[in-house]
T-cell receptor
Framework: GAGVSQSPSNKVTEKGKDVELRCDPI?????LYWYRQSLGQGLEFLIY????????KSGLPSDRFSAERTGGSVSTLTIQRTQQEDSAVYLC????????????????FGAGSRLTVL | ELKVEQNPLFLSMQEGKNYTIYCNYS?????LYWYRQDPGKSLESLFV?????AVKQEGRLMASLDTKARLSTLHITAAVHDLSATYFC??????????????FGKGTHLIIQP
């Protein structure tokens, strides 16, 4: 596609419910990232996918968070048993980045999914 | 732990004035990225600085990189209202291969008033 698409753009849920956020990266981009943006906290790295390699999950804040990427394209971020502190904008980005690449890594971001946990 | 610190975090300025946003980082990376985010919008890449002494300019914005000082600056010349946005700097998470991504600063929320 022309850009990185995320859905839903807004999600309001009740505490304890599970949510799924979807990301459709730019066609041909091998690297995909999830970030979380909270008010006043900048962007927090969550997880990174590169091709068919095992994802780097080092940024996931708890085991309630998980993500998968099917067929090297679409990714889904799942948050189980949501808590109020999970409220944030979840941003997905993709890049041309090759594994072990040495060039600049310019990420293209989607518009984000705003999650509100009541 | 890799740190990226921006200063100031909030800036209100008048049109026509000049100002500089600072970005300090703790890694030895020789690359630095600047992004812009408008309210409710996605982040948009502004500049990629690839080496010590690199300078990039677009319109009223100019970015520079000093890798020895681990400092990048984003200078605004004769500000106009359209430049109101949040500006983020970022560096590579890992400088020697392996998993890649960017570590971002907290952003500088810039408001330019008439």
């Amino acid at each position: 596609g022309a850009g990185v698409s995320q859905s839903p753009s807004n999600k309001v849920t009740e505490k304890g419910k599970d949510v799924e956020l979807r990301c459709d990266p730019i066609s041909g981009h091998t690297a995909l990232y999830w970030y979380r943006q909270s008010l006043g906290q900048g962007l927090e790295f969550l997880i990174y996918f590169q091709g068919n390699s095992a994802p780097d999950k080092s940024g996931l804040p708890s085991d309630r968070f998980s993500a998968e990427r099917t067929g090297g394209s679409v990714s889904t971020l799942t948050i189980q048993r949501t808590q109020q502190e999970d409220s944030a904008v979840y941003l997905c980005a993709s890049s041309h980045r090759l594994a072990g690449g040495s060039g600049a890594n310019v990420l293209t971001f989607g518009a984000g999914s705003r999650l509100t946990v009541l | 732990e890799l740190k990226v610190e921006q200063n100031p975090l909030f800036l209100s300025m008048q049109e026509g004035k000049n100002y500089t946003i600072y970005c300090n980082y703790s890694t030895t990376s020789d690359r630095l990225y600047w992004y812009r985010q408008d309210p409710g919008k996605s982040l948009e890449s502004l500049f990629v600085l690839l080496s010590n002494g690199a300078v990039k300019q677009e319109g009223r914005l100019m970015a520079s990189l000093d890798t020895k000082a681990r400092l990048s600056t984003l200078h605004i010349t004769a500000a106009v209202h359209d430049l109101s946005a949040t500006y983020f700097c970022a560096v590579d998470m890992y400088s020697g291969g392996g998993a890649d991504g960017l570590t971002f600063g907290k952003g500088t929320h810039l408001i330019i008033q008439p």
